[in-house]
């Protein structure tokens, strides 16, 4: 092989240097399943059912200083939970990692939980070769970015690089599992000079990724498969590499599976939307026998906590979110002052357009809709302002789960890791981009031993 010129992405200190012995990752899992357990009461109750929450009696200073902090506060601080940032050098463990002191200030203890997840939560870079380097020094032609958002084109660089080390090692061809258009394949096919195969289950996608193919002269082919089924895993096999990135929970997980069964190369996963991996009487159902072993009971809830960050979402997205949960909370309110109950009831999913009525109108449309009792009469700028005021205090003490989406993560991550392990494979896994790129920024490398 070559000598690369190495390369890391962002190299901004997104996560915490990583000390000279990195426990297992069968070990890991297991400590970090036991610290997140032990913080079961701050992470699971969730601020908008209930006016307060059990973990405010113990933390009296930290509960009352989140219940003021501003919408920008709340944003800021949210900003800094989900491995951006970091000093600690020493490896986590949870001995280091326990709740704060009741007499810290509200924000001492906020900072004390912050710093015990990125702690627990560290991970190294994944090593990258930038594709220009490996092909002859020359940057991407625009080509290949047409049709590529900005930050998209950020992430499949990112991705593809941390691909490049091992382009070489027998690698005949190049599948991009559940491919879109296919930009990420298309790269990784400009820079590696191998053939690639876009894989997905839309037709309309593949026709523009072998249009986009023939145009930037990168050799790809499409196959049109549903990536759950034995026809697609057929695509793996000694000599394929396989790029994943983010296809959704059980499509990721079929990649890995499927190809450590078939014996492919390599296979490079980022996941997301774990919530969608397969489930078990309503529990997430661990992939690997140590993540089995850990106990750690999720539902699908709180499973999806792994990925509710907004860290990169776009104003125009964050405002829409803002309005959903305080119209959500207003007519929460409404509709507990209707009952004479203290409960949450959920109006279930609803569709877009109903949130860019007006609150009044809002609240007829959702009790036509689901039969959830309301006054006979209210004010409804005084209860949309009152639904601002809950959403708001739903924010701020829902900093207190934003601290365990990150170890969450990492946790469902060493899951998949253990899997492969398990399979007799050897796995490197770590951030392959820094987090405003995209949060979704984790990664494992499985190649056969
Ligand atoms: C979130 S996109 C990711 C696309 C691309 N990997 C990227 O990072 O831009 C998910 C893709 O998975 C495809 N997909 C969803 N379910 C699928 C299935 N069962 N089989 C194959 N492709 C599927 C969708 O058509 C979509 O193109």
């Known amino acids: 092989m070559p000598a690369f010129p190495l390369l890391y992405y962002h190299n901004q200190g997104i996560n915490v240097p990583m ?129 590529v958002p900005a930050r998209k084109w950020s992430q499949i660089q990112a991705f593809v690089s941390v691909s490049a080390p091992l382009w070489r090692s027998g690698t005949t061809r190049i599948v991009e599992w559940c491919s879109g258009k296919g930009h990420l394949g298309r ?87 774990y919530h969608k991996s397969q489930l078990q009487d309503g529990f ?6 140590t993540g089995r072993r850990c106990d750690l009971r999720l539902d699908k809830h709180q499973v999806r906590l792994a990925i509710y960050d907004e860290v990169v979402a776009r104003p125009r997205m964050r405002r829409a979110r803002r309005r959903e949960m305080a119209y959500r909370a207003g007519f929460d309110l409404l509709h507990r002052q209707a009952t004479g109950t203290d409960s949450y009831a959920s109006a279930g999913p609803l569709p877009p357009q109903l949130f860019r009525l007006p609150f009044g109108e809002f609240c007829a449309a959702v009790q036509e809709r689901t039969q959830l009792e309301l006054p006979a009469a209210f004010d409804a700028s005084q209860a949309l302002v009152a639904g601002e005021e809950w959403a708001r205090r739903t924010r701020a003490l829902g900093l207190i789960r934003g601290v365990f989406r990150r170890p969450l993560e990492v946790w469902l991550l ?13 796995v490197v896994f770590g951030t392959f981009c820094h987090p405003c790129v995209t949060p979704r920024n984790l990664a494992l490398i499985s190649t056969p031993t």
Not at 105 to 127: E, I, Q, T, W
Not at 217 to 246: K, S, Y
Request: with cysteine; hydrophobic share 45%; net charge negative.
């Open 19 to 147: 000390p000279d012995s990195i426990p297992p990752a069968a070990e890991r899992i297991q400590q970090l399943a036991a610290w997140i357990d032990d913080h079961r009461h701050l992470w699971e109750p969730r601020a908008f059912i209930a006016e307060r929450l059990p973990w405010e009696k113990e933390w009296p200073l930290l509960a009352e200083w989140l219940r003021g902090l501003s919408d920008d506060e709340i944003d800021r601080l949210d900003a800094g939970l989900g491995g951006m940032g970091g000093s600690e050098t020493r490896f986590p463990t949870t001995r280091d990692a326990g709740p704060p002191p009741r007499a810290a200030s509200g924000p001492d203890a906020f900072a004390m939980l912050a710093a015990a997840s990125r702690s627990v939560s560290a991970l190294p870079r994944l090593r990258a070769v930038t594709p220009s380097a490996l092909a002859g020094q020359a940057p991407p032609p625009r080509l290949l970015r047409h049709q």
């Open 187 to 273: 790269l990784a096919g400009w820079a590696s000079d191998l053939p690639v195969l876009h894989l997905d289950r839309q037709k309309a996608l593949l026709a523009a990724a072998e249009r986009l193919d023939r145009a930037a002269g990168v050799t790809g082919t499409i196959r049109e498969a549903d990536a759950l089924t034995a026809g697609a895993w057929e695509e793996f096999g000694p000599g394929i590499g396989a790029l994943g990135l983010h296809a959704c929970g059980a499509l990721n997980d079929a990649l890995l599976e499927e190809g450590a069964r078939r014996g492919a190369a390599w296979l490079i996963a980022a996941t997301c939307c």
């Open 284 to 289: 997430y159902l661990p992939r690997s026998n």
């Open 414 to 426: 060493l899951d998949r890791v253990c899997r492969q392990e398990e399979a007799g494979r050897k």
